[in-house]
């Protein structure tokens, strides 16, 4: 009544003939998963893989998408095909549609164009700019191929249904021209009529030449969609069935008789039957409003904050708007912004660096030995050390972080001892000084503005470019919004997570440069206050704690309006230390603020 026809009627006519093998597996194990696994898919052929689930079906499809280590022989199209990530597969012509589209498959706070568009950045971007006018294509070809039913390519994909975000998923891989797709349960948790659409798309791919394999734990999908299904028991192919002689009591005997389960066919059916009631689809929520807008409503309301903050200390000091008194709050910004910038990488990836104070209290320690003599050669030497020990930090970080997996929490407050440590050995007390060249490198003005400070503020702008439009933001918004859905994507997790934390440390160093041409000495005490200055400045700025949500623009604003306010309470002689107390109550009032937020969007959806 739902669809309008007899569901009998409802599966695509299965394939009348079969082209060449597509791809060969020979001998494929796993251990602990699947051993000794030999079969192979014809181009315009769907094989399914059926039996009990947790019997090593999708295992096997993952670790032919290089999401498990295996041992064996793959061959696609008579070429070797072994996927040690899914990097490797996407590129030879494998993708892979995961069971779990809230945690693999999909970026839910991000719109339906980013979702589509990220695993293809690679091949559309060039020079790391994506090309807005085919982005916006190939999402509204995918939209109406799909039939994806939203106000927009822009509206965030948690706000989907159930069977539109899935609908997203399997948009995203028809864009390219896969050889092999992997399917994981396609029709989970989506409505009838979307289940029917989708049986017939899959089926078009592989008439298109594809060959496809289904792993799906509902046995009248897997017989009505398969030409052939492959009977797994305990990590074995125990039966060959094709699909026209296929029926629920053979798939489901199969199983058993291979001695591999301990109840009876009754409990079998009943567990995989337990397994394929769908959930109940998501609620579709409002259109996300204009991108644009709901991308920066954040910051403009913190530049609103700043305006009043500074029109509030004007009527207590005249001073404030004087020439002098904003030339001193861009020199303080300057490097506070630098540094939050490199936070700001980490924090939207879920993160922290905690070392960037003390890395910034070392580079003024080393450069007050290097940069004391006249010439440019202390300079240069005093910038070279400081590049080189902000990199080495950060690959320190990056090291215990991604390849140790040590919290970044407790890495980086080991390296914070660490590098402070160095500072003190280095400089034991404040002292030194350093050139007249070295200050006129780094203290030059345009006017009443330090160059330094245009000149970050021109870098910001380049850098929110690129998080906007190019393959630096997509990346780094996947990997904060889900590992696992990036992962799945042919992400290279690892690497934007290492990379993120050695741009830090080099934003630091950078830093530490500025703060050591402002104080004109080594002072192994001057970063103590950018740590907690850096990570205010990331979170008043509407970066999100949690990951994957952010802008630089707001990172810049959020450093503007720390530095207005430590000016602020500086004119109104509040003590030093209950600055630190302001510092931190207005870094717990943004997270809490957030977090409100966002606690009431789940309980709405």
Not at 108 to 128: C, D, T
Not at 228 to 242: C, H, N, T, Y
Not at 499 to 512: E, P, S
């Amino acid at each position: 009544m739902m669809v309008g026809r007899d569901l009998a009627l409802a599966y695509p006519p299965r394939a009348q003939a079969v082209g060449a093998e597509r791809l060969k597996v020979e001998a494929l194990s796993s251990p602990g998963l699947f051993s000794h696994l030999s079969f192979s898919v014809g181009a315009g052929e769907i094989v399914g893989f059926g039996g009990i689930q947790g019997n090593g079906q999708a295992d096997v499809a993952r670790a032919l998408y290089g999401l498990a280590p295996c041992a064996g022989s793959v061959m696609l199209d008579g070429n070797p095909a072994r996927f040690k990530s899914p990097a490797h597969a996407i590129k030879a012509g494998l993708v892979y549609i995961p069971g779990d589209r809230h945690r693999e498959g999909l970026f839910m706070p991000h719109s339906i164009r980013e979702n589509l568009s990220v695993p293809h950045l690679a091949e559309w971007a060039g020079l790391g700019r994506i090309p807005a006018p085919r982005e916006r294509r190939e999402t509204r070809d995918a939209m109406s191929r799909f039939t994806i039913k939203a106000s927009s390519g822009e509206q965030a994909v948690r706000a989907l249904s159930g069977g539109n975000q899935q609908k997203v998923v399997l948009g995203r891989w028809t864009v390219g021209n896969p050889k092999v797709y992997v399917f994981e349960d396609p029709t989970r948790g989506v409505d009838v009529a979307t289940k029917l659409e989708i049986y017939r798309r899959i089926r078009a791919l592989a008439e298109t030449g594809a060959a496809v394999i289904l792993v799906a734990s509902d046995l009248l999908e897997l017989i009505g969609l398969s030409d052939r299904i492959l009977v797994f028991s305990k990590g074995r192919i125990v039966d060959e069935i094709a699909g026209a002689d296929a029926t629920e009591e053979r798939i489901v005997g199969s199983a058993v008789e291979a001695g591999q389960t301990h109840g009876d066919p009754q409990a079998a059916t009943q567990m995989i039957g337990d397994a394929t009631t769908p959930s109940a689809p998501a609620t579709t929520g409002s259109a996300a409003g204009s991108g644009l807008l709901s991308r920066y409503i954040g910051p403009l309301l913190l530049l609103l904050l700043i305006a009043l903050l500074g029109l509030a200390t004007t009527r207590y000091s005249d001073f404030f708007l004087t020439s002098r008194n904003l030339s001193n709050i861009a020199a303080q910004v300057a490097p506070l912004a630098l540094v939050a910038l490199g936070q700001f990488c980490v924090v939207v990836l879920g993160g922290i660096d905690l070392s960037v104070g003390p890395l910034i209290s070392l580079v003024t320690a080393m450069a007050s030995f290097l940069a004391a003599t006249e010439g440019g050669a202390g300079v240069v030497a005093a910038i070279g050390a400081a590049l080189a020990a902000g990199a080495a930090t950060g690959l320190v970080n990056a090291f215990l972080i991604v390849r140790l997996k040590i919290p970044d929490l407790v890495a980086t407050l080991a390296t914070y001892s660490l590098v402070f440590g160095l500072a003190l050995i280095v400089r034991p007390s404040p002292g030194g000084l350093v050139s007249d060249d070295f200050l006129d490198f780094f203290e030059t003005s345009l006017g009443p503005m330090p160059v330094a400070a245009l000149a970050i503020v021109f870098f910001y702008i380049a850098f929110e470019y690129l998080m906007l439009r190019g393959r630096l933001g997509q990346r780094l918004y996947a990997v904060g919004s889900s590992s696992e859905a990036s992962l799945a994507v042919g992400i290279r997790t690892s690497w934007i997570r290492g990379a993120a934390y050695v741009f830090c440390g080099i934003c630091a160093a950078m830093a530490g440069l500025i703060v050591t041409a402002r104080i004109g000495s080594g002072d192994p005490q001057a970063g103590s206050i950018f740590t907690l200055a850096s990570v205010t400045a990331v979170v008043v700025g509407g970066v999100s704690v949690f990951g994957g949500r952010g802008t630089a623009i707001g990172v810049l604003l959020g450093a503007v309006a720390v530095g207005v306010m430590q000016n602020a309470l500086n004119l109104m002689q509040v003590s030093a230390y209950y600055q630190y107390i302001w510092t931190g109550g207005l870094t717990l009032l943004a997270v809490a603020g957030y977090s409100l937020r966002l606690s009431r969007k789940r309980k709405r959806s």
